[in-house]
């Protein structure tokens, strides 16, 4: 028997059951509907999914800060032969499958400019003017080089690594934490250049392209249709407004972004997006979820669009790529908290208690892992786990993008300490600031993302904790860093 047993592991551990990612029963029931239903997203069929080519993920390098690479780096990097660096039938282990998963999460998707260009990284003035941050060796972990042909040196990006990964003060790399690259400011400064080259109009032009894929028809007095009137200057201020931590991504908004979800514990998280969009009940759901956001978010439908012929995606990730990606998620350990339990962390664990903050905010997870509804929708759906409050937060975002379910899903507080900006758009920079009572006031400043008119001057809601006094809310802070 034990023989028996041994040999059932040996062969789980050589075949990994690999889910099949674009199943259409777990497609269908992926997502919670939007808010209003009738423009819920209608994802590709299985056949076209499986008919888009896979990615071939090519062996990548690090990219250095200016002063930081090593010597001869840039000459040894024009011999280098080109690798494919993924092959599933050499994974054996379920380390083996991590490690793999590591590189599909550092893998850049796009080898062209995004946010920055190979000669601004190799400039000391960018990453002053950007505040980009460089990790302890001196790389800058947000891209990589590509060598797909011998002697030809690619600029890569657009990886989960660019957005999903932190630089704390000491240099400490944090891969799968709320990221700090400054992705849409780089961007602010792209555009300028670009405008330089192309000339304004031209480059205005590209943008609007661009931003019309956050656009909602359903919607009339869509906020994301302002970048059709808005000028050059108007463009750039919106995206030097987006602070990092805080990015317009695939499927969001140029003018109502969203805070980077941190995606330490994630297997924990029975919603992914701000907005709960996403179900995860395995890791197959995780792989799908991945999918979508990288790549097959460009053939999604909606409501009276769904007849339109919307372009395919340019590649897909495979089964075997997505799975050791999400392994790898599962894998990621927090960075060592430095914050001690002291007297004052004592003070504030009590008044978390006493508070009721653990209603929502529920230990060991710090997430009951529920939804809240917003003001100005009223909530149909049964099936999802949303909580009878409302705490009264900005709605635009659940209520006017793609992933606008009309709810927000109740986020983890564990590893606050290396995290921020705070709010679903990252309107608070610091803890201190969430909990500061100014916020709720119109002649306030938000620390944190201000909106892309500088015109947003209050952070509204989840006044929880907002009454204590100041020694309270210093306690509570103190307990919330050790978490």
């Keep these: 028997m034990k023989f028996v047993a041994l040999f059932l592991i040996v062969v789980f551990a050589l075949e990994p059951d690999v889910p099949r990612v674009w199943d259409k029963n777990a497609v269908d029931t992926l997502e919670l509907p939007l808010a209003d239903r009738r423009f819920s997203p209608v994802h590709i069929g ?25 010597a001869g780096y840039k000459e040894w990097l024009q011999t ?39 000669e601004q990284l190799r400039d000391p003035d960018f990453f002053k003017e950007m505040g980009m941050p460089v990790a302890k060796d001196g790389t800058v972990p947000f891209a990589q080089w590509v060598v797909r042909r ?11 690594a660019t957005c999903h990964t932190r630089v704390l003060k000491d240099g400490t790399v944090v891969p799968g934490a709320q990221g700090n690259n400054p992705n849409d400011r780089e961007g602010a400064l792209l555009l300028r250049g670009l405008a330089r080259i192309l000339g304004q109009e031209k480059a205005v032009a590209q943008v609007r392209t661009f931003a019309r894929q956050f656009e909602l028809p359903w919607l009339p007095d ?32 140029i003018l109502l972004p969203p805070q980077i979800p941190d995606l330490i514990g994630v297997r924990e998280r029975r919603y992914l997006d701000h907005t709960g969009l996403v179900r ?95 003001e100005g929708f009223e909530s149909p759906d049964s099936e999802a786990d949303v909580m009878p409050v409302r705490i009264a937060v900005d709605p635009r975002y659940t209520l006017q993008t793609h992933k606008g379910t009309g709810y927000y899903k109740v986020p983890s507080l564990r590893g606050v300490w290396y995290r921020g900006p705070f709010g679903h758009n990252g309107s608070a920079a610091t803890l201190e600031d969430w909990f500061d009572p100014a916020r709720l006031s119109q002649n306030y ?33 103190a307990f919330l860093k050790t978490l």
């Design 150 to 160: 011998k002697g030809v040196v690619e600029l890569g990006s657009m990886s989960c």
């Design 222 to 253: 869509d906020i994301n249709r302002l970048p059709e009137s808005m000028s050059l200057d108007e463009l750039v201020a919106a995206g030097e407004a987006i602070p990092p931590g805080v990015t317009a991504r695939a499927n969001t908004s």
């Design 280 to 374: 995860q009940r395995n890791i197959g759901d995780l792989m799908r979820y991945s999918s979508l956001a990288q790549d097959i978010y460009v053939s999604d439908r909606y409501g009276p669009a769904n007849s339109e012929n919307r372009p395919a995606p340019a590649f897909r990730y495979s089964d075997p790529q997505l799975y050791a990606l999400g392994l790898y998620l599962y894998s990621l350990p927090p960075p060592p908290n430095p914050n001690q339990f002291n007297a004052s962390a004592a003070r504030g664990k009590v008044l978390f208690a006493t508070e009721k903050c653990s209603s929502c905010h529920t230990p060991p997870l710090y997430t009951n892992n529920k939804l809240v509804a917003v």
């Design 445 to 477: 400043v938000p620390t944190g993302f201000k909106g892309y008119d500088g015109k947003t001057r209050s952070i509204p809601g989840h006044r929880f904790g907002l009454d204590l006094s100041p020694s309270e809310r210093r306690d509570i802070i």
């Design 46 to 70: 299985e056949a076209a999914y499986y008919s888009t080519p896979e990615r071939v993920i090519y062996k990548s390098y690090p990219v250095y800060a200016p002063g930081r690479e090593p």
């Design 80 to 118: 280098v032969e080109p690798q494919v660096a993924f092959d599933p039938s050499a994974l054996k282990t379920q380390k083996e499958w991590v490690a793999a998963g590591e590189i599909i999460f550092d893998a850049p998707t796009s080898l062209h400019p995004v946010f920055f260009t190979a």
